[in-house]
């Protein structure tokens, strides 16, 4: 091969690598970014797949059911795009004519920053791209955090903005796009929770094993929960579980953090190997030794 033919496509590589990686870091801090605000979310009115919803078009908003806190959250959505589940392709939402110019709005300025590849129409994609690109993009708007729903073949990909929450028709809170969570430095109670999850997943993989009964193993794992937990409710008791959460080696990121009502809470993210998923623990901050948790999200 001719030395400036080969310097060439060396060249060329180095370029969409770079442009690759960058994409990946944007994708990295967005993640770490909108994790936070999406928990903030599942802390306040109980965001979370199961709450029945209904998106309306008309009225530029999603109307979110919390039957179990008893609440009616109206969020208003600008939608990314759509994911077609029988070709495995992505649809963004400016281009799809299904979608109302006002909740697409914002998808033509964010394509414009993505490598040439994905700026197409649609495109072979998958889940976790396109989450990773929801998260990129409702970063870029200072959103709320975002959500994604399965209608019929398909799965909507879109960011929440403001967000209201009623009880009794009555409007008890307003949630203003951007993040509501205020960063903690100091990482003891983050370490207090690793030996928590590694004692428990001691347990659970003595039990997988077979090297401990379930009556044992269940005793043991109720004897650590109540090591930690200050808030001694069985409603909160654990379960045996294998593969375990727990394990340190599937857990990317760890947060200390707290909202603005004085609340702590540790949170860890962890890898399941299709997706990933954020759980929080919510920590007494008065609490002495090792008895600090009150709640889990």
């Known amino acids: 091969m001719h030395k400036s033919t080969l310097t060439i496509i060396l060249t060329m590589f180095s370029f969409f690598s770079k442009g690759q990686s960058d994409l990946e870091a944007k ?13 903030y979310q599942r802390i306040v009115w109980n965001m979370q797949p199961t709450n029945e919803y209904l998106f309306d078009q008309t009225k530029g908003e999603v109307k979110y059911n919390v039957e179990e806190k008893g609440f009616e959250v109206i969020a208003k959505p600008k939608i990314l795009g759509t994911f077609n ?42 889940t976790e791209f396109n989450t990773n690109l929801l998260s990129l993009f409702s970063y870029q708007l200072n959103s709320n955090g975002f959500d994604s729903k399965r209608q019929d ?39 207090l929770i690793k030996k928590f999850h590694k004692e428990k997943l001691e347990i659970n993989k003595g039990y997988n094993e077979g090297k401990i009964s379930s009556d044992q193993a269940f005793e043991k794992i109720k004897t650590v929960h109540l090591k930690y937990w200050l808030n001694e409710d069985s409603y909160f008791f654990p379960s045996l579980s294998w593969p375990c959460d727990f394990d340190e080696k599937s857990i990317l990121e760890w947060k200390e953090f707290k909202i603005d009502d004085n609340r702590f809470f540790v949170m860890y993210t ?19 030794g ?8």
Do not use: C
């Open 270 to 288: 962890t890898d399941l190997g299709w997706t990933t998923e954020s759980y929080a623990y919510e920590i007494d901050s008065d609490a002495n």
């Open 85 to 126: 589940l029988d070709d495995k392709t992505f649809l963004w939402a400016d281009k799809n004519p299904s979608i109302r110019k006002n909740l697409n709005d914002k998808v033509d300025s964010f394509r414009r920053t993505l490598p040439k590849k994905y700026q197409k129409d649609k495109f072979k994609s998958s």
């Open 153 to 191: 073949n398909a799965i909507i990909y879109y960011s929440l903005l403001n967000i209201k929450i009623f009880k009794d028709g009555i409007e008890i809170s307003v949630i203003e796009p951007k993040n509501h969570t205020i960063p903690i430095q100091d990482t003891q109670n983050i370490e």
């Open 27 to 39: 994708f990295s801090e967005a993640n770490s970014d909108i994790s936070l605000r999406n928990m």
């Open 290 to 297: 090792d008895k600090i948790i009150i709640n889990e999200y």
